[in-house]
Each structure stands twice: as C-alpha cells, then as structure tokens.
C-alpha cells in the first residue's frame, strides 16, 4: 500500500508539472499579444496579432489599403482636358504618418487656377488635384500621439491632392475637426471661413454696431463673411453683381445675415447716402473682384479723426487690376492691403493655437446653426468632367464637391 501510494504522489507530482508547463505558455502567448485597431466606416475595432514583442497595443505599418482611385494631372491646361481618373499604389504607413479615407472633398477657383499652372503655387508634376477636402482616419504610425483611427481630419497646407479616394499623409499635414458637424461644412472648413474669420478679425478692430462693405458677396468667402459677422453683430454691405434670379440671391444673403444687399452699380448712385443714414461708414472693405468694384469700395470707407479704413483684397476675380486714387491715400489715410489664407497658415505653422482656436471657434459657430456651408452639390468621382465644367461656369449657384 506504500509502495502505490509513493507512485501515485509522483505520477501527481509529474501531472501538476506539465499543467504548470502549459498554463505557463498559455500565459506566455497571452502576454505577447499585440493589437491592430484599424476603421472600417464608422466602425472601429481590434485585430490581434501574435508578437514576440511582449504586452503591447501599437497601430500597424502595413497599410490594410494599398492603392486608391484619383483625379490626376501631368501637365497644366484646360482641367477638363488634363485631369484624368486613374489608380495610384499607396506608400506603408510610416512611424508618423496615418492613412486616410476622403470624405468630400469642394473644387475651387484656386483648385482650377492651380491645374491651369496660374497659380501662386504649384505642385511637381504629375500632381492630384484638390486642396481642400475632410478625411477620416483608418490607420496610424506608431508615433502618432495626437490623431486616432475615426478622427476626421482636413490639410493644414495647400498642396496635399484631396481628389482622391485614400492617402498616406504625414501627421503634421493634417489637423483634426470634431466629426460631429455636418460633412460639408467640415469639407469647406479649411479656406473660405478661415480666410473669412482673418480678414475680419486681423485688419480693423471692429465692434458690435460696425459695418464691412464687400464684393463678391455670394462667394464662399463672402456667405461665410455674412455670417461670422452677424454672428459678432456687425453690420455687412453686401455687393452682387446683377443676374436673373437676383430677387432669390438678396433673399437667400439676407436669410444668412446680411443687413444690405446692393448691385454693382448701386455703388455709384444717390442711393449710397440714404443707406449710409441708416448705418455708419464701413471701416473694413473686402475686395474679392478687383477692377472698377475695387475702386469704389474704396471711396466709401470710414474717414474718422484723420484715420480711414482698410481695404483688404483677397481674390481678383474680374483679372483687373486694383486702382487706388490718390486722394484716398493722401486725404483719406485708408489702408490697402492683402490676404492669402495659405500665406497666413504658413506664417502660423508653429504656433499650434492660432490654428486650432480659430477652427474650433468656427465649429462652434457650425453647431450653434449661426455658419452653413454654401450650397452644395455632391458629385461622384466618376463624374468629375461634368463637376469641372460647372465649376468654371459664371453665377454658379453650388460649390460643386466630390464625395468618395
């Protein structure tokens, strides 16, 4: 009976042995598992994967997309001629760089301008087309510290190619926006309203009560002037130029905010002194147009205790040039300047909270109602010729956006 018992406490012995030997490496694998958390949609979930590397939850550098579809050009001339739709091979994520989906991305003038090569700046060729655009984040470098897969994100630069359906970017190419606002005004975010909020913010110390005066008031730039300006309680003389379906024009600025509209031509009338008995004398005038509207901006700006206003030119669309009188200058004291968003980013790319306070106070302004986007019209990939072609029409009445 010994002798059995003795053999049955080593055959124990030897079982607890090998359970400890298999917990251990069960343990073991348990503890090298690592994690790939990547988005598909709105959906964001983890893969495990087994690592060598010990307890860790990392993004992977393999890009789970290799390649996208995306509108490109390899010379300058007519974008409906020289854009083409074609695939592309996507770089591996690298340490600091994410992928991303495209959401939406507008056409603007300076898209066109760009793509015709008369532009300020110009990309190498072959290039994709768009500068302006929101993204959601699927995958992220290893590095990456501020952005997570399901951000959205639009370019901090011109120049990034937003035409296209995915992309591997740097980290700090692109800037996050909260996701919960309206998919277009998130896509339009990055230069009208920006280029909006800095004319009226930089130039004039302006104050509840105060007025602008601006051309090209049906533009982007200008709706989204309408609105952060209503939305400070300053007045804005907004300047059309005259067009069939007018009456719905003055209607729709006047429904965002606008306190006048007026035609060109009202500029050099009688009636600007009867408006200007019902609101002070613009300190601030934006020229969008150049040309002859340019000039007569200028002559209705604010001359108090020897200090006249400023006119700031951002766009030229007439392809005029500006002509100041010279009686402006030496009696009237009025500034003239100009804005270039993309310039204003560059000079601000160290400073981290200039750009994020101002796109945060513009969100903010999109949650409150009191900023939309301009009427758009949604487009897919595919029909990108038709979406030029609208794009460079006159009096188009929709921003034309490409969504993938």
């Known amino acids: 009976m010994a002798g059995f018992t003795?053999?049955?406490?080593?055959?124990?012995?030897?079982?607890?042995?090998?359970?400890?030997?298999?917990?251990?490496?069960?343990?073991?694998?348990?503890?090298?598992?690592?994690?790939?958390?990547?988005?598909?949609?709105?959906?964001?979930?983890?893969?495990?994967?087994?690592?060598?590397?010990?307890?860790?939850?990392?993004?992977?550098?393999?890009?789970?997309?290799?390649?996208?579809?995306?509108?490109?050009?390899?010379?300058?001339?007519?974008?409906?001629?020289?854009?083409?739709?074609?695939?592309?091979?996507?770089?591996?994520?690298?340490?600091?760089?994410?992928?991303?989906?495209?959401?939406?991305?507008p056409i603007n003038p300076s898209?066109?301008?760009?793509?015709?090569?008369?532009?300020?700046?110009?990309?190498?060729?072959?290039?994709?087309?768009?500068?302006?655009?929101?993204?959601?984040?699927?995958?992220?470098?290893?590095?990456?510290?501020?952005?997570?897969?399901?951000?959205?994100?639009?370019?901090?630069?011109?120049?990034?190619?937003t035409w296209r359906t995915a992309a591997v970017l740097a980290e700090d190419d692109v800037i996050s926006l909260p996701n919960d606002i309206p998919l277009f005004s998130a896509a339009t975010l990055g230069v009208n309203p920006c280029t909006a909020f800095r004319m009226l913010s930089d130039f004039e110390e302006l104050k509840p009560?105060?007025?602008?005066?601006?051309?090209?008031?049906?533009?982007?730039?200008?709706?989204?002037?309408?609105?952060?300006?209503?939305?400070?309680?300053?007045?804005?003389?907004?300047?059309?130029?005259?067009?069939?379906?007018?009456?719905?024009?003055?209607?729709?600025?006047?429904?965002?905010?606008?306190?006048?509209?007026?035609?060109?031509?009202?500029l050099r009338r009688h009636e600007m002194k009867e408006l200007f008995k019902t609101c002070p004398r613009p300190k601030l005038a934006l020229n969008g147009v150049g040309g002859k509207s340019a000039t007569e901006l200028l002559r209705h700006l604010q001359y108090v205790f020897r200090v006249g206003g400023s006119m700031v030119t951002y766009g030229g669309m007439a392809k005029q040039p500006v002509t100041v009188p010279v009686s402006a200058l030496i009696f009237k004291n009025v500034k003239v300047k100009g804005f270039w968003v993309t310039q204003w980013k560059r000079t601000h790319s160290q400073d981290e909270g200039a750009l994020r306070g101002m796109l945060d106070e513009l969100c903010s302004l999109i949650r409150q109602g009191k900023l939309t986007a301009p009427a758009c019209s949604e487009v897919g990939l595919q029909d990108f010729r038709k979406a030029l072609d609208t794009a460079m029409q006159p009096f188009t009445s929709a921003k034309q956006v490409l969504v993938v």
């Not at 470098?141 to 630069?157: H, N, T």
Request: hydrophobic share 40%.
């Open 6 to 105: 003795g053999s049955c406490f080593l055959c124990f012995k030897i079982k607890v042995s090998r359970i400890a030997s298999l917990l251990s490496k069960r343990t073991e694998v348990r503890r090298h598992t690592v994690c790939r958390t990547f988005t598909t949609g709105s959906t964001t979930r983890q893969q495990k994967l087994s690592s060598p590397r010990g307890s860790i939850c990392r993004y992977s550098t393999e890009s789970s997309i290799n390649g996208c579809t995306a509108l490109l050009y390899r010379n300058h001339g007519d974008p409906s001629q020289v854009v083409q739709l074609e695939s592309m091979e996507l770089p591996s994520v690298g340490a600091k760089s994410v992928l991303v989906k495209l959401l939406a991305a």
């Open 111 to 161: 898209d066109i301008n760009m793509i015709q090569g008369t532009y300020a700046i110009l990309p190498d060729l072959p290039a994709v087309g768009g500068n302006e655009g929101v993204a959601q984040i699927l995958e992220v470098g290893s590095q990456v510290k501020a952005l997570r897969p399901g951000d959205w994100v639009i370019p901090r630069d011109a120049g990034l190619g």
């Open 209 to 266: 009560g105060d007025t602008v005066i601006q051309n090209a008031a049906n533009s982007g730039v200008g709706q989204a002037v309408i609105q952060i300006a209503a939305a400070r309680g300053i007045q804005t003389i907004n300047v059309v130029r005259d067009r069939p379906d007018l009456t719905q024009l003055i209607d729709r600025l006047k429904a965002m905010g606008a306190s006048h509209v007026i035609k060109e031509e009202t």
